[in-house]
T-cell receptor
Framework: AQSVTQLGSHVSVSEGALVLLRCNYSSSVPPYLFWYVQYPNQGLQLLLKYTTGATLVKGINGFEAEFKKSETSFHLTKPSAHMSDAAEYFCAVTKTGNQFYFGTGTSLTVIP | ETGVTQSPTHLIKTRGQQVTLRCSSQSGHNTVSWYQQALGQGPQFIFQYYREEENGRGNFPPRFSGLQFPNYSSELNVNALELDDSALYLC?????????????FGQGTRLTVV
């Protein structure tokens, strides 16, 4: 079975501070991992993905994530938060590509 | 290239009615997936279509059905609507069903069942 757990349904950071959104996965085989962002009344936009190769993945808008197999984690980070980063973030896992399992999401608030 | 478009954007239906949601996939994409996103939750996989054939289904009852057309656009049909079907329905298209290909999401259809 595959699943992801996002720790913290709400995260608040000050503008310019480090953003850390946590995701742990459960998979019986090496997974493919994704982070998506959703702005209000919008669909999902891909931030970054891990399929194979380098475990540190860089995405759009300055975000990056590191795949740590030993910790079954794929946490999302950004060194300096911007007001425009305020949104809902979803971690997702897939084994085959035809079915994604999403976490329950983390709402990021950026405080000016 | 055009993105993924869904119609309608908002819809209100009465319990027991039937609804059809539509999705136009991105140019060059032959795979369409449908997800249900209840308020405050992550998207839940309904099913996927690849080259007009169903290619995987999530834990949804048979009253959720789909179709993919030769131009790879797709429909999601829900019969006998229930109040719990109220959600944002998302369509995603990709160039294949492989995990290393990016899925592009539409803006969704907000369905309210009263």
């Amino acid at each position: 079975a595959q699943s992801v757990t996002q720790l913290g349904s709400h995260v608040s950071v000050s503008e310019g501070a480090l953003v850390l959104l946590r995701c742990n996965y459960s998979s019986s085989v090496p997974p493919y991992l994704f982070w998506y962002v959703q702005y209000p009344n919008q669909g999902l936009q891909l931030l970054l993905k891990y399929t194979t190769g380098a475990t540190l993945v860089k995405g759009i808008n300055g975000f990056e994530a590191e795949f740590k197999k030993s910790e079954t984690s794929f946490h999302l980070t950004k060194p300096s938060a911007h007001m425009s980063d305020a949104a809902e973030y979803f971690c997702a896992v897939t084994k085959t590509g035809n079915q994604f399992y999403f976490g329950t999401g983390t709402s990021l608030t950026v405080i000016p | 290239e055009t993105g993924v478009t869904q119609s309608p954007t908002h819809l209100i239906k009465t319990r027991g009615q039937q609804v059809t949601l539509r999705c136009s996939s991105q140019s060059g994409h032959n795979t369409v997936s449908w997800y249900q996103q209840a308020l405050g939750q992550g998207p839940q996989f309904i099913f996927q279509y690849y080259r007009e054939e169903e290619n995987g289904r999530g834990n949804f009852p048979p009253r959720f059905s789909g179709l993919q057309f030769p131009n790879y656009s797709s429909e999601l049909n829900v019969n006998a609507l229930e109040l719990d079907d109220s959600a944002l329905y998302l369509c995603a298209s990709s160039s294949s069903g492989q995990p290393n290909t990016e899925a592009f999401f539409g803006q969704g259809t907000r369905l309210t069942v009263v």
